[in-house]
């Protein structure tokens, strides 16, 4: 204490010095708009600043969060527009059930093969999350591929680039159907194949789901068209078709979950049984 004192003895000039100059400082600025408009502009700048790094930094930490959130957002957007013929019209809903007859599973990518003849793709949700076998997946960009087999917690599944791959399709703009498959090459291509020579092809027209199947709704994107072959003895075309999806590249992926599945399936069956 004997110390402080010894020191304000010693600098009481300066220190009165300062004081004063404070204090006349605060009054100018107090008195004149101008000199005040200038600290609180060079005040705000300054705080601003911090403020804007430390929103930034809590933006990179908050990254994954937004993305689970935004893949939600998406797999409610597509529910809606899988639920809805028209979309001029807002969606129906099943009044009996109170439920749409076309739910989306929102799940993440953590194991994708696709350099091998029979790729697979493993996801980080499971039968506990309502998956089951035959369910279609898809991401922002189109097909992904079909669910193969669940556990409580994970789910694979069969790649668009796996040669056991069939799935129903169509050219968007005349609506001929032919079946997807892979020929095992290139993992930017698909091939449409038993197209009928009847239809109209040419080079960048798009390939959509077909569905004439429970599997995926009709109309979700999966390429365009990239080469034309003819088979001279079917008669059919075979189609090159290039990919929307970077299938290396996946990460969130959409489950679609029809809940009239199990309804079609035994009536389909039914329908075997008396034949």
């Not at 100059?21 to 605060?26: D, N």
């Not at 200038?38 to 601003?48: C, H």
């Not at 194949?193 to 599997?215: C, E, F």
Request: positive net charge.
């Amino acid at each position: 204490m004997q110390q402080i004192f010894n020191f304000i003895l010693k600098n009481s000039n300066r220190l009165l010095f300062l004081l004063l100059l404070v204090i006349s400082v605060s009054l100018t600025i107090q008195s004149h708009s101008y000199h005040k408009s200038k600290i609180i502009s060079s005040a705000n700048f300054f705080t601003g600043g911090i403020y804007e790094k430390i929103n930034n930094i809590d933006e990179y930490f908050g990254l994954r969060k937004q993305n689970e959130e935004l893949a939600q957002e998406n797999a409610r957007l597509k529910s809606i527009l899988f639920n809805q013929k028209d979309t001029t019209k807002l969606p129906q809903i099943d009044t009996i059930r109170g439920v749409k007859k076309t739910d989306i599973i929102v799940s993440k990518v953590i194991h994708n093969s696709y350099s091998i003849q029979e790729n697979f793709i493993t996801i980080n949700n499971g039968s506990a999350s309502g998956l089951k076998p035959n369910m279609g997946v898809i991401n922002s960009a189109g097909i992904v591929g079909i669910v193969d087999k669940t556990s409580k917690n994970y789910a694979t599944i069969i790649s668009v680039l796996n040669v056991n791959s069939k799935i129903n399709a169509k050219i968007k703009k005349s609506n001929h159907f032919g079946s997807l498959v892979w020929n095992g090459k290139s993992t930017g291509f698909v091939q449409l194949i038993d197209v009928p020579r009847l239809a109209g092809v040419r080079k960048g027209d798009t390939i959509v789901t077909g569905g004439q199947s429970i599997v995926f709704p009709e109309n979700i994107g999966i390429g365009t068209i990239d080469k034309v072959y003819i088979d001279n003895e079917t008669n059919y075309y075979t189609l090159d078709i290039k990919l929307f999806n970077d299938m290396t590249n996946l990460g969130h992926v959409y489950i679609i979950k029809n809940k009239d599945a199990a309804e079609i399936e035994n009536l389909e069956n039914q329908n075997k049984k008396d034949e």
